[in-house]
Nanobody
């Protein structure tokens, strides 16, 4: 069973930067496509970023240009660097992963991911 553990959340002010991390257990991390999602109170969980096995990234328009996802296969870890944070970025941020065959495969929906972390709270004050 794969475990994903997020860390690095916290309270910041608008305009600040924050990096959250997600560490995965197991030996096959490099076979996983990974993603970051977030969920604000009363709202559905939404995609924030994805990274494929070959480290190609994808971002929705809401965070494009502000957020950067990366992976370090040697450390079994993915990162989400968040810059120019806004109050509307406030949410619980979840890491997700799933093993895929092709290096270029991008997973963008919650139902495509098998493994999930417990989440880390990010709060942006105005």
């Amino acid at each position: 069973q794969v475990q994903l553990v997020e860390s690095g959340g916290g309270l910041v002010q608008a305009g600040d930067s924050l990096r959250v991390s997600c560490a995965a257990s197991g030996r096959f991390f490099r076979t996983y496509a990974m993603g970051w999602f977030r969920q604000a109170p009363g709202k559905e969980r939404e995609l924030v970023a994805t990274i494929s096995r070959d480290s190609t990234t994808y971002y929705p328009d809401s965070v494009k240009g502000r957020f950067t996802m990366s992976r370090d296969n040697a450390k079994n870890t993915v990162y989400l660097q968040m810059n120019s944070l806004k109050p509307e970025d406030t949410a619980v941020y979840y890491c997700a992963g799933s093993s895929v065959f092709n290096e270029w495969t991008r997973l963008t929906t919650t139902t495509q991911y098998r493994y999930w972390g417990q989440g880390t709270q990010v709060t942006v004050s105005s």
